[in-house]
Structures are given as structure tokens and as C-alpha cells.
């Protein structure tokens, strides 16, 4: 009878660590992200990020603000310090300045870059070419014209 409390403990413990450890690969905390969109402009960069959070945490966000949806959203982006245009509870546009190297006359590299999740999908554009990516943690590095350099 006294291993009964213990054994109880247990399988409550395994019970919420199964479900965390099932999270799906593009899943942050109570977010799953849809996908990604980079639009590159000279240096700078806006993300199109498309994303859903869990149902019991919306009104949570709505209740306590979106200081944590920020935090947890530049986790996943890999620009923790970005600035936010807008965002939703299923959208935000978030721009990030000095992404890309200016290697001068309208030339520009952005670098490799390393999300925190697995994103579904991931659509880099530059003013030359469009790049697309699925379920990828990585996009390579890509050269470009700005637009300043596109006649």
C-alpha cells in the first residue's frame, strides 16, 4: 500500500512527458508555425511568419500580453532582437536590419541561417530569385542585387 503513492507520482510524471516529447518538429512551446517567408530589401529583411497557438493559450496572450508570443517567435526566427510590424494571434511581421552583408554596388550575400524548429516550409525572396525550402531547420547563404542595384 505506501508503493502506491509512488507508483501513482510516476505514472503521472510520464503522462506529461509523453506529450512533450510527441511535439511535432515545427512546434515551439504553444506555437506550431505554418510557414515562413523572408522578403529581402538591400541589408534588411521582413518576415511573414504563419503560425497557430494552442487553444487554451489564446486567451492567455489576449489576457497577459504578447511579450512571451514575442520572445518565443525570436526564438524560432533566430532574430530574437527584431522588431515586430505586426502581430496576431496566426501572423506576424517581423523586420530585421542588417540581415545581409553589403558588399557595395547594390551587391548583397545573406548568410546561412539557422532557425530554432523545424519550419514546414520557408520561402526566401530577393528582388533576382525566389528560393524555396521544406521542412528545414537551415537556408543556405544566397547572393544578391538590392534594389538599388536592380536597373
Request: net charge negative; hydrophobic share 40%.
Amino acid at each position: 500500500m505506501k508503493l502506491l503513492p509512488g507508483i501513482l507520482c510516476v505514472l503521472m510524471l510520464i503522462a506529461f512527458i509523453i506529450p512533450a516529447g510527441a511535439a511535432a518538429p515545427n512546434q515551439y512551446s504553444y506555437i506550431t508555425v505554418e510557414d515562413c517567408t523572408i522578403h529581402l530589401n538591400d541589408e534588411n529583411a521582413v518576415i511573414d511568419l504563419n503560425y497557430s497557438i494552442d487553444e487554451g493559450i489564446v486567451l492567455l496572450v489576449h489576457l497577459l500580453g504578447k511579450s512571451d508570443l514575442k520572445r518565443k517567435l525570436g526564438v524560432i526566427t533566430g532574430y530574437p532582437d527584431a522588431r515586430y510590424q505586426t502581430i496576431d494571434m496566426d501572423h506576424a511581421t517581423i523586420l530585421v536590419s542588417g540581415v545581409s552583408q553589403n558588399y557595395g554596388e547594390g551587391s548583397y550575400w545573406f548568410p546561412a541561417h539557422t532557425f530554432g524548429i523545424e519550419l514546414p516550409e520557408v520561402v526566401l525572396i530577393s528582388p533576382q530569385v525566389d528560393r524555396s525550402y521544406n521542412m528545414t531547420r537551415t537556408v543556405q547563404g544566397m547572393g544578391y542585387f538590392g534594389s538599388k542595384g536592380v536597373q
